[in-house]
């Protein structure tokens, strides 16, 4: 730009310079034709008028040319800033990346058998809109299929209880005049729990499961030990608790059967075939005569089952002139699984499962179910499962005060209950259980408004329910209900313990087991996709399989 200017001011001066009126010249002649010289003139005002322009042009490339470059300047500034800014955000994320992987191998047994989950490829529906788009039955349809298929099939539910509860009450009854009241356990009365108890049982045969509460006689007693109490346990363990046998008073363990004479028929029930020779030679008890493991000081699951089995045998004998049908366990490795034979051909099943109160709360410990609800197995025979099923059936007897007359609730669950039973007749059992539906029930109860669950939105909460149960697969998370759970009513009287433990993921098995998780899935919206159909044709008819065949069962 400098130079620029001094060339203008050059030619400036050189045109002052050379004018012939400012600065003539000696020898010059001055032309005699006055017009050439006024020609002449103009050319050379042309001429500087020209220069003049093409400076001026220079001048403004050199000022544009100047612009730019303080504009690259000021862009590679802000861009280094940004680059600047965009590493440290880097960088933070990073930290945090590797903070969330140390606290997951902290809380991690060990490396995963499998993948932690399938590739989005592999899950069908994920990633579109929910539940694909499914079109339910209208409300006309629905509420046809519900009176055919579901309240005419558990019509007689209240009937089926009422026999079975009195059965039920002899068996107990005649088990207790066989026991030593000074060295059996006692059996206390049965509670009645699950579907048949909660007003949801959808498959025929009804079926009837009962907790038969057992204890120690005095001085000795239970002393239950939670996983969530102070002590760190696996994941694939949460939700088992193992049960000391101890005296109430707090001495070492003895036992008082060594004090009583017993018949030579009788047997102390904490015992083994040999409690006498130990107390005969003076060397006192050992833990492995108890129904304990003979590895630790834990109550063993798999002696207390055959104990029990035994129990209900030697009771059947003793009533059974007085009933006119046969009595079978139904499953060997479920104790108290038992099947009512009647000569007809007819049968009816019932479950008595033997529990032990966890201290003074409605919380039982179960020495085995058919289905695990928390979606693992124990993996010793001292691991007792913790059921919350006498908590779950008073929560529903709580909401319903505060729900609309006919209230949709239970209706929703029944159906889907049924949807999901039909599809495991079609393509086998999946990992989704009709416990994981009542749980989702169970979160949408207290989430929504009383108001909301009247008779006419029974399509519409049924929706809602297969929805929550879709979004809780895809996150492979479904908490308990009671778990650390927050929200559940202070009158529900759950134990403080387990209130401020953390969730409990019922879905956890789906994280650790890719396959069982892909079929799961597949198996999920495959319902969804016959349940328009299924809903549809059972409403019109009943088919000849809605009725199981009977298993087959062991006399006793």
């Not at 007689?156 to 059996?184: I, P, W």
């Not at 060594?258 to 107390?279: A, I, R, S, V």
């Not at 209230?407 to 049924?418: D, G, R, T, V």
């Given at each position: 730009m400098?130079?620029?200017?001094?060339?203008?001011?050059?030619?400036?001066?050189?045109?002052?310079?050379?004018?012939p009126?400012?600065?003539?010249?000696?020898?010059?002649?001055?032309?005699?034709?006055?017009?050439?010289?006024?020609?002449?003139?103009?050319?050379h005002?042309?001429?500087?008028q020209?220069?003049?322009l093409?400076?001026?042009?220079e001048?403004?490339?050199?000022?544009?040319?100047?612009?730019?470059?303080?504009q690259?300047?000021?862009?590679?500034q802000?861009?280094?800033?940004?680059?600047?800014?965009?590493?440290?955000?880097?960088?933070?994320?990073?930290?945090?990346?590797l903070?969330?992987?140390?606290?997951?191998?902290?809380?991690q047994?060990?490396?995963?058998?499998?993948?932690?989950?399938?590739?989005?490829?592999?899950?069908p529906g994920?990633?579109?809109?929910?539940?694909?788009?499914?079109?339910?039955?209208?409300?006309?349809?629905?509420?046809?299929f519900?009176?055919r298929?579901?309240?005419?099939?558990?019509?007689?539910?209240?009937?089926?209880?009422e026999?079975?509860e009195?059965?039920?009450?002899?068996?107990?009854?005649a088990?207790?005049?066989l026991?030593?009241?000074?060295?059996?356990?006692?059996?206390?009365?049965?509670?009645g729990?699950?579907?048949?108890?909660?007003?949801w049982?959808?498959?025929r045969?009804?079926?009837?499961?009962?907790?038969?509460?057992?204890?120690?006689?005095?001085p000795?007693?239970?002393?239950?030990?939670?996983?969530?109490?102070?002590?760190?346990?696996?994941?694939?363990?949460?939700?088992?608790?193992?049960?000391?046998?101890?005296?109430?008073?707090?001495?070492?363990?003895g036992?008082?059967?060594?004090?009583?004479?017993?018949?030579?028929?009788?047997?102390?029930l904490?015992?083994?075939?040999n409690?006498?020779?130990?107390?005969?030679?003076?060397?006192?008890?050992?833990?492995e005569?108890?129904?304990g493991?003979?590895?630790?000081?834990?109550?063993d699951?798999?002696?207390?089952?055959?104990?029990?089995q035994?129990?209900?045998?030697?009771a059947?004998?003793?009533?059974?002139?007085?009933?006119?049908?046969?009595?079978?366990?139904?499953q060997?490795?479920?104790?108290?699984?038992?099947k009512?034979?009647?000569?007809?051909?007819?049968?009816m099943?019932?479950?008595l499962?033997?529990?032990i109160?966890?201290?003074?709360?409605?919380?039982?410990?179960?020495?085995h179910?058919?289905?695990?609800?928390?979606?693992?197995t124990p993996?010793?025979?001292?691991?007792?499962?913790?059921?919350?099923?006498?908590y779950?059936?008073?929560?529903?007897?709580?909401?319903?005060?505060?729900?609309?007359?006919?209230?949709?609730?239970?209706?929703?669950?029944q159906?889907?209950?049924?949807?999901?039973?039909?599809?495991?007749?079609?393509?086998?059992p999946?990992?989704?259980?009709?416990?994981?539906?009542?749980t989702?029930?169970?979160?949408?109860?207290?989430?929504?408004?009383?108001?909301?669950?009247?008779?006419?939105q029974l399509d519409?909460r049924l929706?809602?329910l297969?929805?929550?149960l879709?979004?809780?697969l895809?996150?492979?998370?479904?908490?308990?209900?009671?778990v650390?759970?927050?929200k559940v009513p202070e009158?529900?009287?759950?134990p403080?313990?387990?209130?401020?433990?953390?969730?409990?993921n019922?879905?956890?098995?789906?994280?650790?087991?890719?396959?069982?998780?892909?079929?799961?899935?597949?198996?999920?919206?495959?319902?969804?996709?016959?349940?328009?159909?299924?809903i549809?044709?059972?409403s019109l008819?009943?088919?000849?399989?809605?009725?199981s065949?009977?298993?087959k069962?062991?006399?006793?």
């Amino acid at each position: 730009m400098a130079m620029g200017l001094f060339r203008v001011c050059l030619v400036v001066v050189t045109a002052i310079v050379n004018h012939p009126l400012l600065f003539p010249r000696e020898n010059a002649t001055v032309p005699e034709n006055e017009e050439e010289i006024i020609r002449k003139m103009q050319e050379h005002q042309e001429k500087l008028q020209l220069e003049q322009l093409r400076l001026e042009e220079e001048v403004s490339r050199l000022v544009a040319e100047k612009e730019a470059l303080q504009q690259v300047e000021e862009v590679g500034q802000q861009q280094s800033e940004a680059h600047t800014a965009w590493d440290l955000w880097s960088t933070l994320c990073m930290i945090l990346f590797l903070i969330i992987e140390v606290w997951r191998q902290d809380h991690q047994d060990g490396p995963l058998p499998e993948c932690l989950g399938a590739d989005e490829d592999e899950l069908p529906g994920l990633g579109g809109p929910p539940l694909q788009g499914l079109t339910l039955p209208n409300m006309a349809i629905l509420g046809h299929f519900y009176e055919r298929c579901i309240r005419s099939a558990t019509a007689d539910a209240a009937r089926t209880r009422e026999f079975v509860e009195g059965f039920v009450d002899d068996l107990l009854e005649a088990l207790r005049s066989l026991y030593n009241q000074d060295t059996d356990m006692e059996m206390e009365d049965f509670i009645g729990v699950g579907s048949m108890y909660e007003n949801w049982q959808v498959d025929r045969p009804l079926l009837c499961h009962l907790f038969v509460p057992f204890t120690l006689p005095e001085p000795y007693c239970f002393h239950p030990e939670l996983w969530c109490s102070s002590r760190s346990v696996p994941l694939d363990r949460q939700g088992y608790s193992q049960i000391r046998v101890a005296r109430a008073d707090g001495d070492p363990l003895g036992c008082i059967c060594g004090k009583t004479k017993l018949g030579e028929d009788m047997l102390c029930l904490l015992h083994g075939k040999n409690h006498e020779t130990w107390f005969s030679s003076g060397q006192g008890l050992k833990m492995e005569d108890l129904l304990g493991s003979s590895e630790s000081p834990y109550l063993d699951a798999m002696r207390v089952m055959k104990w029990f089995q035994t129990s209900l045998t030697r009771a059947w004998h003793l009533i059974a002139h007085k009933y006119e049908f046969d009595l079978a366990f139904g499953q060997l490795d479920t104790p108290g699984s038992l099947k009512i034979k009647f000569r007809s051909g007819k049968f009816m099943p019932l479950i008595l499962t033997p529990v032990i109160q966890c201290h003074d709360s409605d919380l039982y410990f179960v020495s085995h179910l058919p289905r695990e609800p928390f979606g693992g197995t124990p993996v010793s025979s001292t691991d007792w499962l913790l059921s919350f099923a006498v908590y779950e059936r008073q929560f529903l007897r709580m909401i319903a005060k505060a729900l609309p007359e006919g209230a949709c609730h239970l209706s929703c669950l029944q159906i889907a209950s049924f949807l999901l039973s039909k599809q495991s007749r079609l393509t086998g059992p999946s990992g989704l259980s009709n416990y994981h539906l009542k749980t989702a029930l169970l979160h949408l109860l207290l989430s929504r408004p009383a108001a909301d669950w009247k008779a006419t939105q029974l399509d519409v909460r049924l929706r809602e329910l297969l929805c929550f149960l879709e979004k809780c697969l895809l996150e492979k998370k479904l908490h308990h209900f009671f778990v650390g759970n927050r929200k559940v009513p202070e009158a529900m009287g759950l134990p403080e313990a387990l209130l401020r433990a953390e969730p409990l993921n019922l879905f956890r098995s789906f994280v650790v087991q890719r396959t069982l998780y892909c079929s799961t899935v597949a198996s999920f919206y495959e319902m969804l996709k016959n349940a328009p159909t299924l809903i549809s044709e059972y409403s019109l008819h009943v088919p000849s399989d809605h009725t199981s065949p009977p298993p087959k069962a062991v006399v006793l």
